[in-house]
């Protein structure tokens, strides 16, 4: 069993990576975010009560994520692990993932901490592309997908969020500063915080991602 969480600033590849990772070890990524997409997308009463805040770039209370999380750790594929992708994103996230967790006698093995400049999240975001279907991420120029405009893996067309335009972004990353940032410190004296340099291609990052986890995986967590 293997519980993950990334952390990290929007644009600095937790989608990417966590959706590699999860297929590598085949085990659940959990994305709030992508739920709260497609509760958008099918006009659930969920999706309603966030899509203002999501496309303004603000959090949903975290009532609402804390539900959807303990709702995705109950189902039957996470009994072999997940991978958290934006979620804890405040202390109080934190606090109810950890009783969650503590319910099924379960814990966190490593929080991923992907670091990235400033001037490098704005320039991925800015030039993102989504498969609104299956959740694959592109870019423009760094990693267009094989013909333009669709999915390499199910033909769907790709498109931009809308928090992705520049005000949003603005304010994602505001949001992340004030409210999420501050979650390094509260991870760190687990011994459970692994911080990697999130800068390079999609596989040089999962190859430092991997390389820390093997380290860690026959040594041991510092904590267990
Ligand atoms: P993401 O795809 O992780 O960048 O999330 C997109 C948007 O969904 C965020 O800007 C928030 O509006 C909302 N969201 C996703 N996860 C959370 C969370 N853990 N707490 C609060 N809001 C969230």
Same mark, same amino acid.
């Given at each position: +069993?293997?519980?993950?969480?990334?952390?990290?600033?929007?644009?600095?590849?937790?989608?990417?990576?966590?959706?590699?990772? !999860?297929?590598?070890?085949?085990?659940?990524?959990?994305?709030?975010?992508?739920?709260? =997409?497609?509760?958008? !997308?099918?006009? +659930?009463?969920?999706?309603?009560?966030?899509?203002?805040?999501? &496309?303004?770039?603000?959090?949903?209370?975290?009532? %609402?994520?804390?539900?959807?999380?303990?709702? !995705?750790? !109950?189902?039957?594929?996470?009994?072999?692990?997940?991978?958290?992708?934006?979620?804890?994103?405040?202390?109080?996230?934190?606090?109810?993932? &950890?009783?969650?967790?503590?319910?099924?006698?379960?814990?966190?093995?490593?929080?991923?901490?992907?670091? %990235?400049?400033?001037? %490098?999240?704005? &320039?991925?975001? $800015?030039?993102?592309?989504?498969? *609104?279907?299956?959740? $694959? %991420?592109?870019?423009?120029?760094?990693?267009? *997908?094989?013909?333009?405009?669709?999915?390499? =893996?199910?033909? #769907?067309?790709?498109?931009? =969020?809308?928090?992705?335009?520049?005000?949003?972004?603005?304010?994602?990353?505001?949001?992340?500063?004030?409210? #999420?940032?501050?979650? #390094?410190? @509260? @991870?760190?004296?687990?011994?459970?915080? =692994? #911080?990697?340099?999130?800068?390079?291609?999609?596989?040089?990052?999962?190859?430092?991602?991997?390389? $820390?986890?093997?380290?860690?995986?026959?040594?041991?967590?510092?904590? *267990?």
């Amino acid at each position: +069993m293997l519980n993950l969480i990334f952390l990290g600033p929007p644009g600095a590849g937790k989608g990417t990576q966590a959706q590699r990772l !999860a297929r590598r070890f085949a085990i659940p990524q959990l994305s709030t975010g992508d739920i709260l =997409r497609r509760a958008v !997308a099918d006009r +659930m009463p969920l999706g309603k009560q966030a899509n203002a805040l999501m &496309d303004a770039g603000k959090l949903v209370p975290d009532e %609402v994520v804390n539900g959807i999380v303990d709702e !995705a750790l !109950a189902r039957p594929e996470a009994e072999r692990g997940f991978l958290l992708d934006g979620f804890p994103r405040t202390v109080a996230q934190a606090t109810a993932l &950890d009783e969650m967790l503590a319910r099924r006698g379960r814990k966190i093995d490593y929080v991923l901490n992907l670091d %990235v400049p400033t001037d %490098v999240l704005v &320039d991925r975001l $800015s030039g993102r592309l989504n498969c *609104p279907k299956d959740g $694959s %991420v592109y870019h423009l120029r760094t990693n267009p *997908p094989k013909r333009p405009g669709l999915c390499d =893996r199910d033909d #769907t067309p790709l498109v931009q =969020r809308p928090d992705d335009k520049p005000e949003a972004v603005r304010r994602r990353l505001a949001e992340y500063e004030n409210k #999420t940032a501050l979650l #390094t410190d @509260y @991870y760190k004296p687990r011994g459970v915080l =692994r #911080t990697i340099e999130g800068v390079g291609t999609p596989d040089e990052v999962e190859g430092r991602i991997v390389s $820390s986890l093997r380290d860690n995986l026959t040594t041991g967590p510092a904590n *267990p």
